[in-house]
């Protein structure tokens, strides 16, 4: 928990890019719609509009909140254009667009003065399972976290998610209570498999052994729990064997070239992945640091196969090798994590299309990153730390030698250009010598006003409700660059209808991309053509047309 | 950031440090030198988690912090065994915080004196079930409320005494579609449980009671809510509550003097709205460094008073900035157009010098002093602030260090104010003797015979202006330390108070605003310690403590103030329970008559 709670906050530093407030000037659009059940209206229930993703961040914007009616009805008045989430809060039902996404809802685009009408709910009652969790004495596990899955794609068993996280927890009595869920079937279980690809992580006396209901560790002799709309189901109780231990695994971190310790420097460490390039699959910063003889201690490692390597902090010269090991049963000593010093970049940000000063001054917001491509060997998980100072001069350093992608963002007006060196353009991928000392490099940004309005067409059948998308508008040609929306991505709302604004006079490829429907064989055999769109200074407008008749209906 | 916050919390209540000397260290070594210091001794910290009803406690959680940060290993976990035994070893010498938990106890509540440990001490922790608290929410309808995060608040112990706000389980407890809730692991004490509203941190994504005010059981606002007692391990059910569709009102402004140095890169300001009075923090928000208008709004908030409070934690060995704490009240409509000016903290680095007895001239029964093992001693810094803006809150005013293998001491954070030293350390061989401000160059004296003295900031304190970075504080220690341990007894036929506080006051004349040699301590058994004393001539005094005197919230003397000490001076003179003190005497069983 710990771990993924750290990398989520990590993610958010780096992307970094939250909703920003809307305008300030009075708007007048509105949203409304109704909320059903059986198609009979569902009164008193609380419908919330807010900027998509990144709500976890803790800046709380402007949230909209509304009741429905005895009609079933809300509204909300007074809405400032831009793109939102209209999320029916009402925990014990199914919202058809649920399941995998943290605010089950749907996208809305919202323009300035618009009426936004009839964006409605159909609801159904979910469904509850309930059960108890005991430990291999027969005393109830306090606080423990159950697991569900449902059949997803390819009728394999994947997570439920559910927003409602607490409701996972097993109570001081080892009860636990899971509802709101869609009919169908589930597995319950408690604990953790091997090699499953997560680390525990600073727990201490081991991990509970993956059991299944109704007392299994194997996915495959699990009971399937059959829940019915508005049905409970109970008595789902599972005795879990006894804990199993976790190691330690030591080791320090040195200069590969001199052979020192690095102290006071943060490692990190996640499961290796098996595969023709093996890679690092989920890893956590524990926020220790190595001490004064450069040691560093991974605590409660369960058994499976890892890799350690350093956590640069920004501004550090150093780059690292992933040291691999295997924990089998015992503890690990004497890993040597090998740091080595790398590349760096530097250079200026500059911003063609304005001499605005209130937008010159937002290139210290601009990120400037540089990753490796076509790794060879597993590498460490590198991030892009944000770079730039208030003069708008950046430094990357500590970069892995090898063909190298260079890149830029920032949010709107600014998007990435191009960037130079000595006034030539450089190629989208460069290649880094070990140590080199790039200076001179300038980054060009630019201050679009154009605007790309969108439909998104559906023709030849219908999509399923989750279905949702983003539009990734890429400039054409150079090293080109991505428009970002507000909150990172340009989401295409409920009606299809997309904007992408602040957009830079040039020649542009409209990328239509699913999210968030990994459960859905319909989306996954969807294709949708690229569509280029040259925008200048005002407004241009683009139909994109998803044919579903092209595709087989294929079933399972 | 969070975990230095925690200990800090953790260490709240009191100075009062172990007494216990711990085993044969590792001899010699003054922490004067600068060569490279020794690879560190080893070792472990080992104990037992019992039950109350004396079961032992199997698979409980022990946490170890380092009271002193160094890197690896700071930070270690241990479970117990079937036995309820368990081991932390391979441990550098050093000072460690350690708490046990197991899901649904609660840590018997014991002065902090018991809290940090070394190499090989034993530890036994007494675990408490908790209580539980549970009921329904339902709406004005009668049908249930969902998925509304659940909040306990402990307002004050079973006797009925104001405690420093404890939030319990933020939002972690929902109901469920029943509308049930369930919280437990309580420790005993009297609790307002609320529902709806927003969290002070929101964990994962929003609920949909974010834009109500909380409703408080039974269907109150805070000021209308009933207050629930929960005995220790006690399930009080029943606790049902009416929910309320309240809006409450906005508070909003802006922060102004935000650092412009991008080397705090994707720093975010935290705004913080606390109640007052009380420090409960209701709600936070972070603005980003890059967000131009530095705004912010609070919305949803109650009608009350509250104190805003804006920081940048600027990471390790960094100065933060924070603003000044502006009072708000709500009443009926918004607040608008608040400033926070943020402006750079104040730090406090100062040096320990030595003032060691050759060993030939120590008295026999100073012979078995040993050096003073600077790894293993705090030193604690404390606001001077008899009437600090919000009394309850005690976090902003306690800070503690250990010292570096060179004898420094480093305070950074901290707001403007008068500082002084706690004079309690944990080896009884060692008192701070004295504590000056000099400059770095030395001065000498023979040429300047009236150079006036060092200022006594022993007995003034240490004054930092804000933003002011002093350096120039040296802390003299010296062997030799006296100690007295005793017991109170009430005179025939009397019962003794249920809480004393003793003071330790020197006789001397010279002395009495010598605040380094005042102590003080709180008993519930009449047992008192005081350790770490100069020589000299003292006198006990034992006074009843007031009533609505919560447990563990003083931070300040009573000697500090300087009426209340003259009071105390006068009060112990009368009384004239006299003791003098010689270097490194062991005073033990020293019986102390109340009311005499």
């Known amino acids: 928990m710990t771990t993924r709670y750290s990398l989520l906050l990590l993610f958010m530093l780096l992307l970094g890019l939250t909703g920003q407030a809307q305008s300030d000037k009075p708007a007048m659009g509105s949203i409304s719609g109704r909320i059903t059940v059986k198609q009979q209206p569902l009164p008193g229930i609380t419908v919330t509009l807010e900027a998509p993703a990144m709500e976890s961040s803790g800046q709380p914007r402007k949230a909209f909140s509304a009741k429905t009616d005895s009609d079933g ?3 909300f008045n007074g809405v400032p254009k831009g793109q939102y989430v209209v999320s029916p809060r009402a925990a014990a039902y199914v919202v058809p667009t649920g399941g995998v996404m943290i605010r089950p809802g749907k996208d809305v685009t919202i323009g300035e003065n618009e009426q936004l009408e009839n964006i409605d709910f159909e609801l159904t009652k979910g469904g509850v399972i309930t059960g108890k969790i005991t430990d291999h004495t027969g005393r109830p596990l306090i606080q423990q976290r159950v697991r569900l899955q449902t059949r997803g794609a390819g009728n394999r068993w994947q997570n439920y998610f559910s927003p409602n996280y607490s409701m996972y927890q097993t109570d001081d009595r080892g009860l636990f209570r899971l509802y709101g869920l869609p009919a169908g079937q589930y597995l319950v279980s408690v604990g953790e498999g091997r090699n499953d690809g997560s680390i525990t992580f600073g727990r201490p006396g081991g991990y509970l052994p993956l059991t299944y209901y109704p007392g299994t560790p194997d996915e495959a002799e699990a009971k399937a729990i059959e829940v019915t709309a508005g049905g409970e189901v109970t008595d789902i109780d599972i005795k879990v064997g006894k804990p199993e231990k976790t190691y330690e695994a030591r080791g320090r971190i040195i200069d590969a070239t001199t052979g020192t310790p690095l102290i006071g420097v943060q490692f990190a460490y996640g499961t290796v992945m098996a595969g023709s390039t093996p890679r690092i699959g989920g890893f956590g910063v524990p926020g220790e640091r190595t001490n004064a003889q450069g040691e560093f201690v991974m605590q409660s490692v369960k058994p499976g196969k890892y890799a350690v390597f350093m956590q640069a902090d920004a501004g550090s010269d150093y780059y690292s090798e992933p040291t691999v090991f295997d924990v089998l049963e015992g503890d690990i000593e004497g890993l040597e994590v090998k740091a080595y010093r790398g590349a760096s970049i530097s250079g200026i940000i500059a911003v063609e299309g304005t001499n605005d000063p209130a937008i010159l001054q937002r290139v210290k917001e601009v990120r400037v990153s540089a ?6 060997t597993m ?9 730039a100072n208030p003069d708008g001069t950046f430094q990357l350093t500590g970069l892995r030698p090898g063909k190298t992608r260079l890149s830029a963002s920032a949010r709107p007006p600014l998007q990435f250009l191009r960037m130079e060196r000595e006034g030539i353009e450089l190629p989208r991928e460069i290649e880094l010598t070990a140590g080199e000392q790039m200076t001179g ?3 060009v940004m630019g201050y679009g006003t154009g605007v790309i309005r969108g439909q998104l067409n559906v023709v030849g059948g219908t999509l399923p409700p989750e279905a949702r998308f983003i539009v990734l508008a890429n400039r054409v040609g150079g090293t080109g660059g991505t428009v970002l929306g507000p909150s990172g991505n340009v989401q295409v709302d409920t009606r299809g209808k997309f904007v992408v604004e602040g957009v830079f006079p040039g020649e542009y490829e409209l990328q239509v991309v699913p999210i968030g429907t990994p459960g859905a064989p319909a989306m996954q055999r969807l294709r949708i053509e690229k569509q280029r769109v040259t925008v ?6 683009v139909t994109i047309t998803v044919n579903l008749g092209e595709k087989k209906e294929g079933q399972q | 950031m969070t975990r230095a916050l925690l200990l800090v919390l953790l260490l709240l209540p009191s100075f009062a440090l172990a007494q216990e000397t711990a085993p044969n260290k590792t001899p010699n070594k003054t922490p004067n030198k600068t060569e490279d210091p020794p690879p560190k001794r080893k070792g472990s910290i080992k104990g037992k988690v019992m039950s109350d009803d004396g079961q032992p406690l199997e698979s409980a959680n022990i946490n170890l912090n380092a009271a002193k940060y160094s890197g690896m290993g700071d930070w270690r976990q241990a479970q117990t065994d079937d036995e309820g035994n368990f081991v932390l070893d391979g441990l550098a010498s050093g000072l460690y915080h350690l708490s046990a938990s197991t899901s649904a106890y609660v840590e018997a509540e014991r002065p902090l004196e018991q809290k940090f440990y070394r190499l090989g001490d034993v530890v036994t922790f007494t675990l408490v079930k908790g209580g539980v608290i549970t009921g329904r929410v339902t709406n004005g309808l009668g049908e249930p409320v969902i998925a509304a995060p659940i909040r306990l608040e402990r307002v004050s112990d079973l006797e009925g005494r104001k ?3 404890e939030w319990w389980y933020g939002q972690q407890r929902k109901t469920d579609d029943r509308g049930v809730y369930r919280v437990y692991g309580l420790p005993a004490g009297r609790y307002v449980v609320s529902v709806g509203g927003k969290a002070p941190y929101r964990h994962g994504s929003s609920t949909a009671y974010e834009s109500d005010t909380p ?5 109150a606002s805070r000021e209308g809510a009933t207050e629930i007692t929960v005995n220790i391990g006690e399930e009080v059910r029943g606790i049902d509550i009416r929910y309320r569709h309240e809006k409450g009102h906005s508070i909003s402004g802006k922060v102004t003097g935000a650092p412009a140095d991008n080397s705090l890169l994707s720093y975010s300001i935290q705004v913080e709205l606390h109640r007052y009075p009380g420090n409960a923090l209701e709600m936070s928000l972070y603005i980003q460094a890059t967000d131009p208008t530095k705004s912010f709004e609070f919305i949803t908030v109650p009608d009350g008073e509250y104190e805003l409070i804006a920081n940048v934690y600027a990471g390790e060995n960094k100065d933060s900035y924070q603003s000044n704490r502006r009072r708000v009240t709500v009443k009926g409509g918004n607040v608008t157009n608040v400033e926070l000016r943020l402006s750079p903290l104040s730090s406090i680095e100062a040096k320990l010098e030595w003032e060691a007895t050759p060993e030939k001239e120590r008295k026999a029964e100073c012979q078995t002093t040993r050096p003073l093992n600077a790894e293993e001693t705090m030193f604690w810094l404390v606001k001077d602030d008899p009437k600090p803006a919000n009394p309850l809150s005690v976090d902003a005013v306690l800070r503690h260090d250990l010292p570096t293998e060179k004898g420094e001491l480093k305070y950074q954070n901290l707001e403007a104010g008068v500082y002084r030293f706690s004079p309690r350390l944990l080896d009884e061989a060692w008192y701070i003797k004295s504590i000056l401000a000099k400059d770095d160059a030395p001065k000498p004296k023979a040429q300047n015979p009236k150079l006036p003295p060092p200022p006594d900031l022993g007995k003034q304190g240490i004054a930092l202006k804000a933003g002011e970075k002093r350096k120039d504080i040296v802390l003299t220690l010296a062997n030799g330390a006296a100690s007295v341990r005793g017991r109170v007894v009430a005179e025939k036929d009397q019962a003794l108070p249920s809480r004393l506080r003793i003071h330790l006051v020197p006789a001397e004349k010279e002395a009495a605003d010598d605040l380094l040699r005042y102590a003080e301590q709180k008993t519930k058994d009449g ?26 919230k003083r931070v300040n003397l009573l000697a500090w103030d300087v009426t209340t000490r003259k009071t105390l001076r006068a009060e112990a003179e009368a009384t004239n329970n006299a003791i003098e003190l010689t270097p490194c005497q062991r005073v033990k069983e020293h019986k102390l008559t109340f009311g005499k």
């Not at chain 1, 990753?371 to 060879?376: D, G, K, L, R, Y």
């Not at chain 2, 409703?215 to 269907?219: A, D, G, K, L, Q």
């Open chain 2, 527 to 552: 047992t008192f310690t005081f350790a770490n004393l100069a020589p000299g001539k003292y006198w006990l005094l034992a006074r009843r403590v007031p009533d609505d005197e919560a447990d563990g």
């Open chain 1, 536 to 541: 200048g200074l005002g407004e241009v407008t």
């Open chain 1, 73 to 75: 009805r809300y509204r």
């Open chain 1, 441 to 443: 490099v300038k980054v």
């Open chain 2, 163 to 165: 405690i420093n706000s």
């Open chain 1, 379 to 387: 590498q460490a998980p590198s991030f892009g730390l944000p770079t």
């Open chain 2, 215 to 219: 409703t408080f059981y039974p269907s």
């Open chain 1, 371 to 376: 990753f490796a491509t076509a790794p060879t």
